[in-house]
């Protein structure tokens, strides 16, 4: 029978209003949490038909949130909870198996922790299962992990149909027997005649009033004689486990934690202050469901990878705007503190919130580093700058001034100031004083973006020379899908050019040693195009170890020479393109001796030179292709001869045309 048309109508309205909600819900969250409008955008879409209409779930919703560390996934699950209003029917596991009532029986399981919550079954909840990474079933060899707690996560995953844990019931009848054998034979020496009673345990009542579905109080159960007990469970076996099966089919589950897989070498650098936001912002956000994937099948088993489903959010760091909003909201937020606590009118000057970028932002870490070090800059430089005001005179509402230098802030009330302390210790070791290595840095990296920009068309990421993590500079290039031979030589060239730049400026005697890496880096590229890839004048012999990854060259003697060969052209390659575009390199040197580092608009700016190939250009392979049918002969249909090629692998056969063999 279909619905009337008030029915469908006040159906429709229902929908709209919590459509409506939830819009509102995603502009709240978009308020408070900065830089991750996308990923609010694609949870809310995620949840929309589970929330607008819950009885049409069958199975969870998961949506699984994968990210570094710092990057929000838990607070976006816990807000957006209380927003929903489900914050008495949300239940938060840590994965690590170490939180959440470790040490007690119930806290093993989800199952158990879901039953003493507010979830109730076959009702709408949210589950969070947060640090998912720490409960791997599968070691770095493949080899099975043994894992005792939260092991009904796999069929919650599955459907949300949990079976009765008969195994625990079986513990529990074993016990009844024992502890009736045991009062049996045991008698009190007073009266030689009272028997010992026996007594359920609380976290034994609670796994019986669950998994039988009981409905009489803990205290109840617990005093129920052991024929009490055995009938109940007698009859629980005989009833058939489809009905006792525990309903949490309505759930929404969200998966979060950190996949350092996916992120390889730039997830580890967690010392990395140096590195520009914008820039690691791209470079993760890059990642896709692919990449999860690949990373999640290195931790678990594929079975287990396929419950989680395919709904993975990756969360890209932070951008640098995210970052710059963050510290705005910090800087108010400890103003108007402070301001409350001692009845002055703080003003932060604009050079605070860029030394507290400067000094706390680790783009790797996320925004831990951040808040812990406004709290060390701004919780203790605005205490010191009120005593120091309030000891010369000040009033309550008089206006302090706050700037920064690099070394330390500056506090200003009236026409009096006073330097206060402060941990800058990344700006201090970000200054280069000595002006011969500030040139020698220069110099040697403006080598490197240049000769790159040239051959690849496109200008690097970023190069810095003012860096903190290390004495040197550096520069950071996009990645490729593909390389090519010409590739491969022209990342040869580029890596040769801060020694070809110094030797060009400052001749051979004051060449310096900052070049080590970049010969050992050019010299691994040139091994593998000779040895590995077959870009060579002959194919080398790789033999493969039991591990694939593990490949031994055995013949390299033949290489070597036609090695240092490509390297010695390459390093006069880029020497001559540095000398060719001389004036484009000493404006890119004054630059960076000026700023200290450049990004890839104010490089094509400063060289002038046209570099406009996208980031995911390729060389022309399409181009290429068409070019190659048309220059092939025509040939009517049926005319074309086969013959029959040598089996390989005892299974392929390759079909060639007459006219394209070669003769013997």
Request: proline share 4%; glycine share 8%; with cysteine.
């Amino acid at each position: 029978m279909s619905e009337s048309p008030r029915s469908s109508a006040s159906l429709r309205q229902l929908l709209a209003h919590k459509d409506g909600q939830l819009r509102e819900i995603a502009a709240q969250l978009k308020r408070e949490l900065f830089g991750i409008d996308a990923i609010i955008d694609r949870v809310i879409d995620s949840v929309r038909a589970w929330y607008l209409m819950p009885e049409l779930v069958s199975r969870p919703v998961i949506v699984c949130l994968w990210g570094l560390t710092g990057t929000g996934k838990t607070q976006l699950v816990r807000r957006l909870a209380q927003l929903l209003g489900f914050y008495d029917r949300f239940v938060e596991v840590q994965m690590d198996g170490f939180s959440n009532g470790a040490g007690f029986r119930g806290a093993q399981s989800i199952s158990g922790m879901l039953a003493e919550s507010g979830v109730r079954e076959g009702e709408p909840g949210i589950l969070a299962l947060d640090e998912f990474q720490r409960f791997r079933t599968i070691d770095g060899k493949r080899g099975e992990m043994r894992v005792e707690r939260y092991q009904d996560v796999w069929a919650l995953l599955s459907d949300g149909r949990l079976p009765p844990a008969l195994s625990l019931m079986g513990d529990i009848e074993s016990s009844i027997a024992e502890a009736a054998y045991d009062a049996e034979r045991a008698e009190r020496p007073e009266d030689g005649a009272a028997r010992l009673r026996f007594k359920l345990r609380s976290w034994e009542a609670q796994e019986l009033r669950r998994n039988l579905k009981l409905d009489e109080p803990l205290l109840e159960i617990m005093a129920w004689t052991p024929e009490q007990i055995h009938d109940r469970l007698q009859a629980f076996r005989e009833s058939g486990q489809q009905r006792w099966e525990t309903d949490y089919s309505r759930l929404l589950i969200f998966v979060c934690g950190n996949l350092d897989e996916m992120y390889e070498d730039l997830a580890t650098s967690v010392d990395d202050c140096d590195s520009d936001a914008d820039v690691f912002h791209a470079l993760t956000g890059q990642l896709s469901v692919i990449d999860v994937k690949q990373a999640l099948n290195r931790r678990f088993k594929p079975e287990q990878v396929a419950r989680l489903g395919n709904e993975h959010v990756v969360y890209p760091s932070l951008s640098r705007r995210a970052y710059e909003q963050l510290i705005e909201q910090g800087c108010s937020r400890y103003a108007r503190e402070a301001e409350e606590r001692c009845q002055l009118r703080f003003e932060l000057d604009a050079s605070v919130r860029e030394q507290v970028y400067a000094n706390a932002v680790f783009p790797a870490q996320g925004t831990r580093p951040l808040f812990s070090s406004l709290h060390a800059i701004l919780g203790a430089g605005l205490s010191k700058a009120a005593l120091w005001a309030i000891e010369q005179g000040a009033e309550p509402g008089d206006r302090v001034r706050l700037s920064a230098n690099g070394r330390e802030l500056c506090a200003q009330w009236a026409s009096r100031a006073q330097a206060i302390a402060a941990p800058f210790e990344i700006s201090r070791l970000r200054q280069r004083n000595n002006a011969d290595f500030r040139a020698l840095l220069a110099v040697h990296e403006a080598g490197h973006g240049l000769v790159h920009a040239l051959l690849f068309g496109r200008a690097p990421q970023e190069i810095k020379i003012h860096v903190a993590s290390f004495e040197g500079g550096y520069n950071a290039y996009s990645s490729r899908k593909v390389w090519s031979r010409r590739n491969l030589r022209d990342s040869i060239c580029t890596s040769l050019a801060g020694r070809a730049a110094e030797l060009l400026v400052f001749g051979p005697e004051l060449s310096s040693s900052g070049a080590e890496s970049d010969l050992r880096k050019a010299t691994e590229t040139a091994a593998r195009m000779l040895r590995h890839l077959g870009h060579g004048p002959r194919i080398g012999r790789c033999d493969v170890a039991s591990d694939s990854e593990e490949n031994f060259c055995t013949d390299v003697e033949s290489s070597n020479a036609s090695i240092e060969a490509l390297l010695q052209a390459e390093h006069v390659r880029a020497t001559g393109l540095l000398h060719a575009h001389r004036q484009a390199l000493l404006a890119l040197v004054d630059e960076l001796i000026e700023q200290g580092q450049v990004g890839p608009a104010r490089f094509a700016a400063v060289v002038q030179l046209p570099l406009e190939r996208p980031e995911d250009a390729l060389d022309p392979y399409a181009r290429h292709l068409a070019q190659f049918r048309q220059a092939q002969p025509a040939q009517a249909p049926g005319k074309q001869r086969l013959v029959r090629g040598h089996s390989v692998g005892g299974g392929v056969r390759h079909a060639t045309p007459a006219k394209a063999l070669p003769s013997a």
